[in-house]
């Protein structure tokens, strides 16, 4: 069973930044995709960004392209995400995941079957 534990989360300005790190029980293999998701109140959750592979292969949703960066350690067993000029349309509560077996970064939820209990970003005007 693999267990997620996502941290990193807090209360910031827009404009400003947060780095969310998720730690994985076990080694996250290159066959298997980390993604990060969120989740706002009264509404689904949504695909923010994936990485496969070694590192080199991302996904990112067009809301957060160029804003935030994913990316992990195999060897320690992370995944991060660095969130800059943060907006707050970018609140909720963010989950970091593990897919199935893939080959591609995948948004979808049902692509990924495991979760950590999620992290609350607010960002304020």
């Known amino acids: 069973q693999v267990q997620l534990v996502e941290s990193g989360g807090g209360l910031v300005q827009a404009g400003g930044s947060l780095r969310l790190s998720c730690a994985a029980s076990?080694?996250?293999?290159?066959?298997?995709?980390m993604g990060w998701f969120r989740q706002a109140p009264g509404k689904e959750r949504e695909f923010v960004a994936g990485v496969i592979g070694s590192g080199g292969s991302t996904l990112y949703a067009d809301s957060v392209k160029g804003r935030f960066t994913i990316s992990k350690d195999n060897a320690k067993n992370t995944v991060a995400l660095q969130m800059n000029s943060l907006k707050p349309e970018d609140t909720g509560v963010y989950y970091c995941a593990k897919s199935r077996l893939v080959v591609r970064v995948s948004e979808r939820v049902d692509d990924y079957n495991y979760w950590g209990q999620g992290t609350q970003v607010t960002v304020s005007s």
């Open positions: 076990g080694p996250i293999f290159r066959t298997y995709a």
